[in-house]
């Protein structure tokens, strides 16, 4: 078990992987890593919304915008459909899964006040 999947589960969050991506599910928010890259999606509004809906689209959002803080820069992007990926590539897994826990120990804050 990596360090990664283990402060996953210490903090009760899933690591599922299904071969070419692994998801990370946070409560009511996940993200991917694929090859050495966390892709952060966050929804786009389409206009269709109801309170509910923007009200947890704005959690997405912050809890994206607090995990690519931490991650630090440079960072990329993409939208496919309806979703903005926010893109941080590193150069092997071990700077990838260490970045990682240091930038969710951060969203940890953002947890408590949401």
Same mark, same amino acid.
């Given at each position: 078990? @990596? @360090? #990664? *999947?283990?402060? $996953?589960?210490?903090? &009760? /969050?899933?690591?599922?992987?299904?071969?070419?991506?692994?998801?990370?599910?946070?409560?009511?928010?996940? /993200?991917?890593?694929?090859?050495?890259?966390?892709?952060?999606?966050?929804?786009?509004?389409?206009?269709?919304? +109801?309170?509910?809906? #923007?009200? @947890?689209?704005?959690?997405?959002?912050?809890?994206?915008? %607090?995990? +690519?803080? &931490?991650? &630090?820069?440079? #960072?990329?992007?993409?939208? @496919?459909?309806?979703?903005? /990926?926010?893109?941080?590539?590193?150069?092997? %897994?071990?700077?990838?899964? *260490?970045?990682?826990?240091?930038? $969710?120990?951060?969203?940890?804050?953002?947890?408590? /006040? #949401?």
């Amino acid at each position: 078990m @990596s @360090s #990664l *999947e283990e402060y $996953l589960k210490k903090k &009760g /969050f899933q690591l599922v992987n299904d071969g070419k991506t692994e998801k990370i599910i946070m409560d009511d928010y996940e /993200f991917y890593i694929e090859n050495n890259s966390i892709r952060l999606p966050i929804p786009l509004p389409t206009g269709k919304e +109801s309170l509910d809906d #923007l009200v @947890s689209m704005g959690i997405k959002y912050a809890r994206a915008s %607090r995990i +690519s803080q &931490g991650l &630090g820069a440079p #960072l990329e992007y993409e939208i @496919s459909g309806n979703v903005l /990926f926010i893109i941080k590539t590193f150069n092997d %897994r071990k700077d990838l899964e *260490e970045k990682l826990i240091k930038a $969710l120990e951060g969203i940890e804050s953002l947890r408590y /006040f #949401l």
